[in-house]
């Protein structure tokens, strides 16, 4: 599976981290990611760890490195997870282990979590924040966390959201961005 | 006293969340469990995830489904977990994710936890009892945490910790056990 | 203001970390310590924290140190909190916060939390719970965390949280009494 | 570039939650604000709470109401705070439980945590970023968090932490006041 030929470093990159495609999870991540992009149209790279194959991540399978390279490279993160016993599930664990501590440093990731119980959801966001921030990912904005019985009106919570945080995650991608360039 | 006479309910089991067989994580966690039953030469049950066979674990192999029993049979659980990303390892939370909610209400949880960091070791420790909690185990005492560089002291570190604990487990899981037994 | 003449080790006290007297959270403290004493009648010792006078904690009032003694002598101490802010009050913490490392080794805590949010409440109950076993006190169950909309079905709640935990609670409580009785 | 000119909204608070004056915690806050303004000589105000006067920040005095429009009115809010059993202490929740929800809204804010202990310090750290969250404050970038046996190389430390996240922050510190502007 060739997952993103021509990839340039700074797309946005939505990682679900459900064991399972077309996740409900997946959606809302990719509705979330649309808005944060500058331009209409902008294209999102989606990394399904459900479609990485049946052998567990540990493996380096192709797809799982390629994976791996998207992530590394993306300018934003968009990381879409559901939450499963107050945490987020262990798929997305294992591909975070794979990742040295440094691995995600220039990398802006904006937390997308859905979630059946309020509290559940809080503590997965904080215990998700924490994993991120140990592989050396930034973090500028509070997560978007959405419980699952509004699912309905997932586009005013978008807008919300985007409203109140959407230019403070832009403005650390563009600089970020504008760093690499000139540090070349 | 005899903790636990005559049961396969009511063991100890140790669940090791290491992705590699033969951890210094194992150990530890055996040596801990081995304080913690009352008579010498209680026989330690363990579960060493690493050893569960080469698919992922959310497939339903024997090997999973009995480590599963083990588990949830277990008296008391020592889950013993080194520190990846200052969380536990993704196979360590893929195993948690196959339990429903209540799947270890009658289990006295020990988490023992290894970490080269003493800040991820407090953060990992805090967000493995947000997940065992959430799966119905009783955490009655703090964790056993270790960083690495007193391994060779070892015995100290656990004598130390079960002088102040060790009670209190204890007088958990008889109580919990005297409780279903006059339940039946 | 005299607190608790002839108090004894091993009573069970509530304290309650609201900044005004006569709070709904101290209510329901008193009603979650009541069915944790083994005996009907048995009394309850409280600490209002709103109660002990104008002046800052930090100040060595006669009233602040009453409470600290009956706080450090409790068998069971019930720590009861509203949520502000996605945490428990500054109140509490001063109090907390005159304590050394090891003030609380031999009193086992309940945390009850009342809350309007439910993922506040969970975030309160984690840092609570954090800072009391900072200070020496054994947490053995899981708190009684209670949303306000509740708060007209309190004795089903208390029921429920006591028919889980109580046992536990009382196990704790009970072993380490006999450990410091033999150590004597 | 200039971050603020001519502007009182805007500028760089420290606000120092240490009960008592002249703390190390406060120098380490300044230290990190310092470097966190643009131009040279730019101008730090600092709100040390432990300077409010003797009666308890519940009550309304002026000091403590002239220091809570300084904390509303920054652009940029260093928290500086030392670590008193695994959390920071009551003084400054007892300021931040003053705020409602969405009273710093509009304010970037970074935690600075001196700490004896490096796991208290995560965890003092985890919580304080909760509560910031919870008053409304957004903080785009990792706390600065220094192990006291370290403080005699505070510069280095400082210029690292810099290094790395000064970017960032400065960015969303724009963004937000161009936002702001654009608004009027």
Redesign the interface.
């Known amino acids: 599976m060739s997952l993103l030929p021509n990839s340039t470093t700074g797309d946005i990159v939505v990682l679900v981290g459900h064991?399972s495609t077309g996740s409900r999870t997946g959606a809302v991540g990719r509705a979330v990611a649309a808005q944060l992009g500058d331009e209409p149209g902008h294209s999102l790279r989606v990394v399904e760890l459900a479609e990485l194959g049946?052998?567990?991540?540990?493996e380096d399978g192709v797809a799982v490195q390629e994976a791996e390279e998207l992530v590394r490279g993306a300018g934003l993160l968009v990381v879409a997870t559901p939450v499963?016993?107050?945490?987020?599930?262990?798929?997305?664990?294992?591909?975070?282990?794979r990742?040295e501590?440094t691995a995600l440093?220039p990398v802006v990731a904006v937390p997308v979590i859905l979630t059946a119980?309020?509290?559940?959801?809080?503590?997965a966001d904080?215990?998700l924040r924490?994993?991120l921030?140990?592989?050396g990912a930034?973090l500028?904005?509070?997560s978007f966390v959405l419980e699952e019985h509004h699912l309905d009106d997932l586009p005013q919570y978008v807008d919300a959201w985007q409203g109140?945080?959407g230019?403070?995650a832009?403005?650390?991608v563009?600089?970020?961005d504008a760093?690499r360039v000139s540090a070349r």
Do not use: M
């Open positions: 064991p049946t052998g567990p991540l540990g499963f016993k107050a945490g987020y599930p262990g798929i997305l664990k294992l591909f975070l282990d990742l501590p440093e119980s309020s509290a559940h959801g809080a503590l904080l215990q924490v994993v921030q140990a592989v930034l500028p904005v509070p109140r945080f230019t403070a832009r403005a650390v563009r600089a970020l760093e």
